[in-house]
Antibody
Framework: HLQESGSKLVRPPQTLSLTCAVS??????????WSWIRQPPGKGLEWIGYIYYSGATYYNPSLKSRVTISLDKSNNQFSLNVTSVTAADTALYYC?????????WGQGTLVTVSS | QSALTQPPSASGSPGQSVTISCTGT?????????VSWYQQEAGKAPKLIIF???KRPSGVPDRFSGSKSGNTASLTVSGLQAEDEADYYCSSYGGSENFVVFGGGTKLTVL
């Protein structure tokens, strides 16, 4: 089970910050990677990036300069930061287990970027 | 613009079969057998229905099947049911530069 939390309204050009609490599994486990995906209202899915238990990260090239994903093994959670946000970053943000095969998704949290 | 190309819509009558295509390049679908398909019902999170081109997770009906030829992957839904009406997304491993790429999604309507 995955649950997103964090700021729901962000003013440009501030930083969007979200956390995904994981239960029923361990982010330190070497079995999975942990991903962030977003979906603008009425549009399709966009992969943001993922992190391995080792801390290695992989990002969407189009977002790489603004995105950081980190792991918090002690609290069994992982986080997303997106800097210098604009209205184009308004979306439903999902955390998920896996990368090329995502078998568990959070319910998603809507983040609105507006001044 | 999505990295993988899907038709925006597809439709079929109950009991019929529908196939949704997902076209990539030789750097993603054409080079790796890591194609997944997701079903997203209105207002819900996506659900994995096919992984590694042809495999079905436990609990997914065998009416859903996947295949791949060259740079194009396909999802076939046989024996269409009203509950299959949803958006469907493909994804693929995109290599060491793009990692994961998604299609733009296909809205499946059961007539």
């Amino acid at each position: 089970h995955l649950q997103e939390s964090g700021s729901k309204l962000v003013r440009p050009p501030q930083t969007l910050s979200l956390t995904c609490a994981v239960s029923g599994d361990f982010v330190r486990s070497g079995s999975y990677s942990w991903s962030w995906i977003r979906q603008p209202p009425g549009k399709g899915l966009e992969w943001i990036g993922y992190i391995y238990y080792s801390g290695a990260t992989y990002y969407n090239p189009s977002l790489k300069s603004r995105v950081t994903i980190s792991l918090d093994k002690s609290n069994n959670q992982f986080s997303l930061n997106v800097t210098s946000v604009t209205a184009a970053d308004t979306a439903l943000y999902y955390c998920a287990r896996g990368a090329t095969m995502i078998d568990s998704w959070g319910q998603g949290t809507l983040v609105t970027v507006s001044s | 613009q999505s990295a993988l190309t899907q038709p925006p819509s597809a439709s079929g009558s109950p009991g019929q079969s529908v196939t949704i295509s997902c076209t990539g390049t030789s750097s993603d679908i054409g080079d790796y057998d890591y194609v997944s398909w997701y079903q997203q019902e209105a207002g819900k999170a996506p659900k994995l229905i096919i992984f590694e081109v042809v495999k079905r997770p436990s609990g997914v009906p065998d009416r859903f099947s996947g295949s791949k030829s060259g740079n194009t992957a396909s999802l076939t839904v046989s024996g269409l049911q009203a509950e299959d009406e949803a958006d469907y997304y493909c994804s693929s491993y995109g290599g060491s530069e793009n990692f994961v790429v998604f299609g733009g999604g296909t809205k499946l309507t059961v007539l």
